[in-house]
Every structure is written in C-alpha cells, then in structure tokens.
C-alpha cells in the first residue's frame, strides 16, 4: 500500500518538518512518505523502519528514481537509535502499542507522531494505544479522495 499523494502532503504537513531535525517513518513500505519528506525537506535527517527485508530492495530503488540519498532504512527493531523529534506511522504489523510504547519514551519532549487510520478499527485501536500509553491526540483531520475511505490524520504530542 502506498500512502496517496494527498494524504502524504497533509500528514507531513501535520509533523511540522520544516522545525524538525529528526523525522522517523515506521512501516515505510515503498518509502512514500520518507523521500516526500526529504524531498521537501532536506535538512532532515530521516531513518525509516520496516519488518519486511523486500522493504529495503524497494526504498534503495525509489531513491535512486527519485534523487533523495541519505534516507537510513533499517529492517526490524528501532530502539537503539537516536531520539526523534517527528514520527509518521505508515505500518504497525499488529503492534501499535508496542510501537508506541517505544516511542513515547524515545521521542523527544515536543516531538509530534502522525498516524493514518484507514478505518474505525485502526482509529479505535490509536486511540486505545495512545491511553495505555499517556501520550494524547490533539486534532484529528479527516479526509477522502476519489473513491478511497476516508482517511483521519491523527496528530500525537508528546509533552
């Protein structure tokens, strides 16, 4: 699944990139969101994360297809890495929780997560994580485009 281009303009928008030093994508797929992001903004130091190893194959090609080098793609675990500022969560596999665990403790104070729920599922599922983590949504944006469900943005800070 590969985040539209609507969607992914406005969720990097809602992670406030341009005041950010560290952007991590969780779940980055293709690698969309990570080289909109570098594209936009430069200065960003990006690592993106995935648990499929085909994710890698496919971030290296888009790149280079795109001219966007310096992006750090890492298979598997995200806990030894510096603290992030901005998180955009594309993909969870099951475990949002953890995830968020993880990250509400590895994000710097101020940092802002994006979130994507694509259905009442996931968005009852962000909002059961976000209790059990402490962490809180502070504005949800909801948005279709063509025939696709309706996507709500989820903007998380960490205070």
């Known amino acids: 699944m590969i985040t539209k281009m609507p969607i992914r303009l406005l969720s990097l928008s809602m992670l406030d990139l341009r005041n950010r030093e560290r952007f991590w994508d969780i779940g980055f797929c293709t690698g969309s969101v990570s080289i909109e992001a570098k594209l936009l903004f430069p200065h960003l130091h990006i690592t993106s994360f995935e648990i499929r190893e085909e994710g890698r194959k496919l971030m290296t090609e888009n790149c280079c297809r795109f001219g966007t080098p310096g992006i750090e793609a890492i298979i598997g675990d ?9 998180i955009f969560i594309g993909g969870h596999g099951g475990k949002l929780v953890e995830i968020l665990m993880v990250v509400s ?3 710097k104070e101020n940092g802002v997560i994006v979130f994507n729920s694509v259905s009442d ?3 009852a599922l962000l909002e ?3 209790r059990q983590t402490g962490l ?3 504005a949800q ?4 485009i063509d025939d696709f469900n309706t996507i709500t943005v989820n903007v998380i800070y960490k205070l």
């Open 78 to 86: 995200l806990s030894a890495l510096e603290a992030p500022d901005a």
């Open 105 to 107: 403790k590895k994000m």
């Open 121 to 123: 599922e996931s968005k």
């Open 128 to 130: 059961e994580a976000v």
């Open 136 to 138: 809180r949504i502070s």
């Open 141 to 144: 944006t909801r948005i279709t």
